[in-house]
């Protein structure tokens, strides 16, 4: 009886801890033009002033938020008021998601997309004595994949991200929504576009790669990456 109850509640708690793995998202936020910000989720401050803000680990539900614009001057000893209030009000994260928002010229809070958080990458052959079989291949995990991020981030030009970004997806094992991750990092349309079409060799769920698309201000661009993926399918 007691090894029946063990056996119960092992299961429960295995349950319960892929539940929770399950309910974790992550938040990208930014102001429109990529001036600095301080940000406040559900009453907690991360000082940090950043350009692009990343919180990974959220809970699902509605969560309360205020984001401020760091003052430079301040630093230099030129204002008095170190920060202004950007935006207060909530925002609404979906379950094993990535939310992606912006704070607009008006200072409203915007959603411009959400992806689902993928598990496993798109399986791939792997042939062993001629015998070809199927098998899932997990992707880059999150922390690694967060270290590639935070590096590329912490360069000021891009051109050094983007040389970074081409250097990260050939040699680590991406989905279309990480590279589209690191596509967002990314400030000028010519090197989103450079990115999104090397990328593209090296993606293990081309069928995917549509959400790129996401990342573009032209349709233009969109175009033409969807020209350039034609013509190598």
Same mark, same amino acid.
């Given at each position: 009886m007691?090894k029946?109850? /063990?056996t ?6 295995l349950?319960?801890i892929?539940?929770?793995?399950h309910?974790e998202? &992550?938040l990208?936020?930014r102001f429109y033009? =990529?001036r600095l910000?301080v940000?406040?989720l559900? !009453? &907690?401050?991360f000082?940090?002033?950043?350009? @692009?803000? =990343?919180l990974? +680990?959220?809970?699902? #539900? ?6 401020w @614009?760091?003052?430079?001057h301040? &630093?230099?000893g030129?204002?008095?008021q170190p920060?202004?209030l950007l935006?207060r #009000?909530?925002?609404?994260i979906?379950r094993n998601?990535?939310v992606?928002?912006?704070?607009t010229? +008006?200072r409203n809070?915007?959603v411009?997309?959400?992806l689902?958080?993928p598990?496993?990458? @798109?399986?791939?052959p792997i042939c =062993?004595?001629?015998?070809a079989?199927y098998a899932?291949? +997990?992707c880059? !995990?999150?922390?690694e994949f967060e270290v ?6 912490n360069r000021?030009?891009d051109s050094?991200? /983007?040389?970074?970004a ?6 680590n094992?991406m989905?279309?929504y990480q590279?589209a991750?690191?596509v967002?990092? /990314?400030?000028?349309e010519? !090197?989103?576009l450079e990115l999104?079409?090397?990328a593209y060799?090296?993606? /293990? ?5 549509y959400?790129?698309? !996401? @990342?573009?201000t ?8 969807s020209?350039?993926? #034609?013509?190598?399918?």
């Open positions: 007691k029946a109850l /063990l119960i509640a092992t299961v429960l708690m349950v319960s892929t539940k929770a793995n309910d998202s &992550q990208n936020l033009d =990529y910000i940000v406040e559900d !009453n &907690q401050i000082e940090n002033p950043i350009s @692009e803000f =990343y990974n +680990n959220i809970e699902s #539900g509605r969560h309360f938020i205020k984001v @614009e760091f003052n430079e301040f &630093q230099y030129c204002s008095s920060m202004r935006f #009000g909530n925002i609404d979906p998601s990535i992606n928002a912006l704070v010229r +008006n809070l915007k411009v997309y959400v689902p958080i598990t496993f990458c @798109e399986p791939a =062993y004595n001629s015998n079989y899932p291949i +997990n880059l !995990n999150r922390n590639i991020k935070h590096t590329i981030n000021p030009f050094t991200k /983007l040389q970074i081409k250097e990260a997806v050939s040699k094992r989905n279309s590279v991750e690191l967002q990092l /990314l400030t000028f010519s !090197n989103k999104a079409k090397f060799q090296f993606v /293990l769920d081309p069928k995917n790669y959400v790129i698309y !996401n @990342e573009f032209f349709d233009s661009s969109i175009n033409e990456l020209a350039f993926i #034609g013509r190598r399918s």
